[in-house]
């Protein structure tokens, strides 16, 4: 039936999408436990520099910096549609911005809270992408393991249902073309062994008037 094969090949999907899940979220806890640290080396490191330079070295960094420039890449697999994002293209070609005050004038953290930010920009990235394919996937998953039930226990009950009726339905037609044969075929001996005794009788008259 063309709705149990439709049935295996989600199955077929749902196992690979599991097991695809599984591999992602494996990569994603070693990524993510980087980038928990990368943070918690961030919160420290701007913790400094906020105690000895204030807000005022923060409004300095962000004083002429243009958005982050975002490209976005479609991706597809096994039905599971998601978006990978990178840096644009300047973003990629940009040298290391120009800063609007002397980091000799500045405190070591201050040095030490850029190069860290710098350095942990490809785990950010690796983080948001691991984490969107991720969802999406997931997403996928709960779809198509919503079609196989809907499939397994409304759709197939229902066409057997449906097709153990027509059977019923068949074999009731059957049954009385039988029914109606049978009626005919004594019908027609009834009346062929009557014009026989007619056919008979009148031979018998003909033959002793």
Known sequence: MAVQYGRKLLERKRDALIRSVEEQRRLFRRVRTEFEE????????????RMYEGSGGFRALSA?????????????????????FS????????????????????PLS??????????GTPLLWQFINLRTKIVAMER?????????????????????EEAK???????????????????????????ASSNREFTLDRSHENQYP
């Open 165 to 191: 009726r027509i059977e019923e339905i068949l074999s009731e037609r059957e049954r009385q073309e039988k029914f109606v044969a049978k009626r005919v075929g004594q019908r027609k001996r009834k009346t």
């Open 110 to 119: 201050m040095d030490d809270l850029l190069t860290t930010l710098s350095g």
């Open 140 to 160: 996928e998953l709960s779809r198509t393991n919503l079609k196989i039930n809907t499939l397994k226990h409304v759709v197939l009950p229902s066409l057997v």
């Open 64 to 84: 002429g910096v243009p958005p982050v420039a975002v490209q976005v890449e479609r991706h597809a697999v096994m039905g599971c549609r998601y978006a990978q």
């Open 87 to 106: 840096p644009g293209s300047d973003e990629r070609s940009a040298s290391s911005p120009m800063l609007p005050f002397d980091l000799a004038l500045t």
């Open 38 to 49: 990368w943070n918690r080396r961030i919160t420290f490191l701007y913790s400094m520099v």
